[in-house]
């Protein structure tokens, strides 16, 4: 197993608030990690230290083979980054947001146009390339976010929390987007509120009051909290209710 993530004890304090605790956790090339807890669990804290954007405050991590501290410009050219809000220019065309975000990673215009060219026909929407973002549908404003976050070809994609507010069949055509980037041995580290969703995931963790408190396959984590649901295990961590 090739190991691409790897924490060790990180810890983030705002004051004497601790964002997070020595969380201490691995992923592998390729595996598809969802990082579950509820709002103000800390989630959104770790991702932006795993992302180079905020310092620890102990601890340590490594990403794509670099320190998160020491090596911080080689971890974000070696990352893509989804947030809700999809990262886009919405007063840009499509074609200038792929040219912006293909500058920003300093590839050639050439290499930029092809690989529009190519995400574009692969999602079917050569047609929008010269519309305004927004202009667009919320699914297709989704997809392509996600395809500027794969544009300069990143060993490891952050997702947070991409399928807010689009609906469920959206939602389901963009994790067939994921699927088939992890088969090609992308990492995805996603966010999610959606349980269904943890569901799709190689491996699940949950953080509750900035502490991981569970850390297993969803089969294996159903099993252990006994119960046939992924959001029958959130709420017996994070509300210590049951949903039996």
Known sequence: MEVVISTDKLTKKFGDFVATNEITFEVAKGEIFGFLGANGAGKTTAMRMLCGL??????????AGFDIEKQTEQVKQNIGYMSQKFSLYEDLTVKENFRFYGGVYKLKRQVIDQRLNEMLGNLGMLNVENSLV???PLGWKQKLAFSLAMLH???????DEP?????PITRRQFWD???EAAHNGVTIFVTTHYMDEAEYCDRVSIMVDGVIKALDTPENLRKQFETDSMDGVFQLLARGTSTK
């Not at 905020?54 to 990403?63: F, N």
């Not at 070809?153 to 997702?159: D, E, G, Q, S």
């Not at 399928?163 to 609906?167: E, L, P, W, Y």
């Open 163 to 167: 399928t807010g507010g689009v609906d």
């Open 153 to 159: 070809r990143p060993k490891i994609v952050f997702l």
């Open 134 to 136: 927004a202009s667009l």
């Open 54 to 63: 905020l310092k620890p405050s102990y601890g340590s991590a490594s990403v």
């Open 177 to 179: 987007l994921i699927y």
